[in-house]
């Protein structure tokens, strides 16, 4: 039960301090696990990192998930999860009730315009820093584009998503022969089990997800909303997934919050358990490698078309202009500054410019 316990404390440890997004994340875990406790070596770990991308899910939280299982077993990777996870669910769930109360507020909507430029400005930093990682030729750049492109169709992120890796695939294999309503609990459930099922890359593409499942499809909330729970996950440590939680409890109170987090977060569980043993056997695959690459270059592009909802919200009010300009300046001043102090910047430009206008008015 020695390894249990470490497992628990490092996890739990970074589920509360894991701030800025699926690459902290990970440099995190990598400092931790490899570098500090010696738990694998480079070789290995990289290895994960890869499969972490073939399959659907949270990256970080699948990371974390594979470690528990390499140290603790099948025990071990349920207690990793789980204890990376919690922390982040239940803050995010409590931000999501003052939330709702905080409608009482006077001016309380026009406050959180401050979030929407900058989740904005968030993806765009993690696409710059995923770009050059998942472009790595004219043809994966094709598929990025190819993604981002079908994301503006009918066919929905998800099926634009698997028809541009299996077009980069083949390209690839021919190049190298060798609003505020009460929801039902079960539908909420499966509905994030199936965003969770489908989930292919980083948790920024859960914008993407969320808005072409909850605001377009069924209309159970606005988009504005939408950016607003995406925010509160950047706000939160741990997983940006965590936003599952806010949005649940929105859709129908604290069981809706539970059951959204679970369906979420329960694929990732159950793909690292398969996937994990498979993984020495697919490292020397070159058909893998190739389907990898392509899945990383069509998940950038589907970032990439997420910040099209969320701009047509940031950029709709004079406040979210001048915010998104601050935050740039900032950004370029102080590029290290956490996902937590810009948000919080966001938030305070907000309730000062929003003064400001009322005060002229």
């Known amino acids: 039960m020695t390894h249990i316990t470490e497992i628990f404390k490092l996890f739990f440890h970074l589920g509360i301090v894991a701030f800025g997004g699926p690459a902290a994340h990970i440099a995190m875990i990598h400092k931790e696990v490899v570098d500090k406790r010696k738990w694998m070596d480079e070789k290995h770990f990289l290895d994960l990192v890869g499969a972490t991308s073939l399959i659907p899910g949270p990256n970080s939280t699948e990371m974390v998930i594979h470690c528990g ?18 922390p982040a669910c239940v803050l995010t769930g409590v931000l999501a009730l003052l939330y709702t109360k905080a409608y009482q507020i006077p001016n309380f909507e026009a406050y959180l315009i401050g979030f929407k430029p900058v989740v904005i400005i968030l993806i765009f930093q993690a696409l710059r820093k995923l770009w050059k990682k998942a472009i790595k030729s004219y043809e994966l750049g094709f598929v990025s584009f190819l993604v981002l492109s079908l994301g503006f ?18 390209i690839l294999k021919f190049k190298n022969p060798s609003r505020l309503t009460s929801v039902p609990l079960a539908s909420v459930f499966f509905v994030f089990l199936k965003i969770g099922s489908v989930l292919f890359g980083s948790g920024y593409v859960l914008i993407a997800y969320l808005q072409d499942e909850i605001v377009q499809r069924r209309a159970w ?25 806010f949005i649940g409890y929105l859709l129908n109170g604290g069981w809706g919050a539970v059951l959204a987090s679970i369906g979420i977060f329960l694929p990732s569980f159950l793909f690292v358990l398969i996937l994990n043993p498979l993984i020495p056997k697919m490292r020397n695959s070159k058909n893998f490698s190739l389907l990898l690459d392509s899945v990383n270059a069509g998940a950038v592009g589907l970032m990439a078309y997420a910040l099209y909802p969320l701009g047509k919200i940031a950029f709709f009010n004079p406040i979210g202009i001048i915010i998104f300009g601050i935050s740039l300046v900032i950004i370029w001043k102080y590029p290290k500054l956490s996902s937590l102090k810009l948000v919080s910047l966001g938030i305070l430009m907000s309730v000062i410019l929003v003064q400001i206008q009322n005060y002229l008015t």
């Open 69 to 86: 299982y390499t140290r603790g077993g099948v025990l071990g990777l349920f207690i990793a999860g789980l204890s990376f996870i919690i």
């Open 153 to 170: 169709s009918a066919l929905g992120e998800t099926m634009a998503l698997f028809i541009g890796t299996f077009i980069g695939f083949l």
């Open 221 to 245: 909330l606005t988009s504005a909303q939408i950016a607003d729970a995406v925010a509160i996950g950047q706000f939160t440590p741990g997983p940006v997934l965590s936003t599952s939680t």
